[in-house]
C-alpha cells in the first residue's frame, strides 16, 4: 500500500520561499515519475512540477521559480518554491506514478503533468502566499 505524506506548506508573504516535502512509503523510488499538483478552491488542479529520471516539467506559472527533485535514499520528493506569489495559494498535492509517464510534443519529451498519468496521492499540504 502506497502512502504519500506532504510536508512543509504554510502562510507567507509574497516574495518568500516555502520548501514542500513528501514522504513515500510502499512505493519504489527510482526513475518513476513523480510530481506536485495544486488545487486553489473554485478551480481545477493542475500539475506544477514532475519528475522523470532525470528529466522534469514544469507548468509555466512554475518555471523559473520552483524546483522539484528527489532524494531516493529518503523516499523523499521535494519542491522548492521562491519568489512566491499570491496567485501560489492553494493545496499542494505529491503523487506517484507506477511507472515512468512522459508526455511528448515537438518531437521532444518530457516528464507528464497530465493528473491521468499518476496512481497514488497524498492528502495535501496548504500554502497560503499574501499580498
Known amino acids: 500500500q502506497v502512502e504519500l505524506v506532504e510536508s512543509g506548506g504554510g502562510s507567507v508573504q509574497a516574495g518568500e520561499s516555502l520548501r514542500l516535502s513528501c514522504v513515500a512509503s510502499?512505493?519504489?523510488?527510482?526513475?518513476?515519475?513523480m510530481g506536485w499538483f495544486r488545487q486553489a478552491p473554485g478551480r481545477e488542479r493542475e500539475g506544477v512540477a514532475s519528475?522523470?529520471?532525470?528529466?522534469?516539467d514544469y507548468a509555466e506559472s512554475a518555471k523559473g521559480r520552483f524546483t522539484i527533485s528527489r532524494d531516493n535514499s529518503k523516499n523523499t520528493l521535494y519542491l522548492q518554491m521562491s519568489s512566491l506569489k499570491p496567485e501560489d495559494s492553494a493545496m499542494y498535492y505529491c503523487?506517484?506514478?507506477?511507472?515512468?509517464?512522459?508526455?511528448?510534443?515537438?518531437?521532444?519529451?518530457?516528464?507528464?503533468?497530465?493528473?491521468?498519468?499518476?496512481?497514488?496521492w497524498g492528502q495535501g499540504t496548504q500554502v497560503t502566499v499574501s499580498s
Open positions: 510502499g512505493y519504489t523510488f527510482g526513475r518513476s515519475s
Open positions: 519528475i522523470t529520471g532525470g528529466s522534469t
Open positions: 503523487a506517484a506514478a507506477d511507472g515512468l509517464r512522459t508526455n511528448c510534443r515537438g518531437g521532444q519529451c518530457f516528464s507528464s503533468l497530465r493528473e491521468i498519468d499518476f496512481d497514488h
